[in-house]
């Protein structure tokens, strides 16, 4: 990470863990172990739609913002089981994290329905953390780069410049979720710098250099000092990790400003 346009990002992805009383004591960890005053890489937590309200609560005054971990893309209506972009405001949220590899796999989640989650994020003033990433298959297959071209393609279709200035992209390989594996950090800068190119022809050098891509595959302390040193890395999406403060803390700490 050496580009000062673009301050790193370290998200923590709670997915389905942790319940009231445990969100509450997590972050208050977390915002407890932060340097004071703080002046590392903007941090979000995400954790279940049940615990925004009090994670929120719990995070005034710290510089932890807080995202949802998806959105519906009408503003209300009978949806029963989904949460609008208000909803997330209401609940104090900032971002939002759409199409993650595990809404794709196990909800039918696609390109067409990230797009418009993606929009209503945007209309809103949430800011989106838009996922890709290609399964093991298709990596094998030589097939990685023809999968994030069609994902980040279509999850852009139809946006202005000025939206694109605003997301984040978060690479996961489908592969390196929760299996201890882990892209090296050199591929994982190659697949990084494909994505910026790939902005910068759906869009412009300008911007492309502008927007930040983080990183999300079992990161943990011990690799990510690495990881986001590469040029093209601007953070991570952290999954289990991020349920200790004493690890996500040490993440936090493993990537400079910028």
């Known amino acids: 990470m050496t580009n000062p346009q673009r301050r ?4 923590g992805n709670w997915k389905m863990n942790l319940c009231l009383k445990g969100s509450v004591a997590l972050v208050r960890a ?11 890489p903007e941090i979000l937590v995400v954790p279940p739609f049940t615990a925004l309200s009090v994670v929120s609560e719990a995070l005034k005054g710290s ?3 807080l995202g949802g971990q998806n959105l519906h893309w009408e503003e209300k209506g009978a949806f029963t089981g989904e949460i609008s972009p208000e909803h997330l405001k209401d609940a104090g949220c900032t971002h939002v994290l759409i199409g993650h590899s595990e809404r794709r796999q196990y909800f039918g989640e696609t390109d067409a329905t990230v797009n418009k989650r993606l929009k209503a994020a945007l209309k809103a003033g949430l800011v989106p953390v838009v996922c890709i990433g290609e399964t093991l298959a298709e990596r094998e297959s030589q097939k990685t780069y023809r ?3 069609t994902q980040t393609t279509g999850a852009l279709q139809g946006l202005q410049a000025a939206d694109l200035k605003t997301l984040v992209i978060a690479y996961e390989p489908v592969w390196a979720i929760g299996t201890g594996k882990n892209a ?7 697949v990084h710098l494909f994505i910026r ?16 891509i983080i990183y999300g595959g079992s990161v943990k302390p011990d690799n990510i000092e690495l990881l986001a040193a590469q040029e093209d890395i ?8 991020s349920l200790s403060a004493e690890s996500f803390i040490k993440i936090v700490n493993g990537v400079k400003k910028g």
Do not use: M, N, W, Y
């Not at 977390?30 to 590392?40: T, Y």
């Not at 090296?184 to 190659?190: G, R």
């Not at 190119?197 to 930040?212: D, G």
């Not at 601007?234 to 990790?241: H, P, Q, R, Y």
């Open 8 to 11: 790193p990002l370290i998200a």
């Open 30 to 40: 977390l915002a407890d172990g932060l340097s004071k005053p703080f002046e590392g």
């Open 63 to 65: 510089p932890i913002q």
């Open 147 to 149: 999968v994030l071209e």
């Open 184 to 190: 090296t950090p050199e591929q994982a800068q190659e």
């Open 197 to 212: 190119k790939l902005l910068a022809h759906l869009s412009s050098e300008t911007i492309a250099r502008e927007v930040r």
């Open 234 to 241: 601007d953070g991570a999406l952290v999954g289990g990790a």
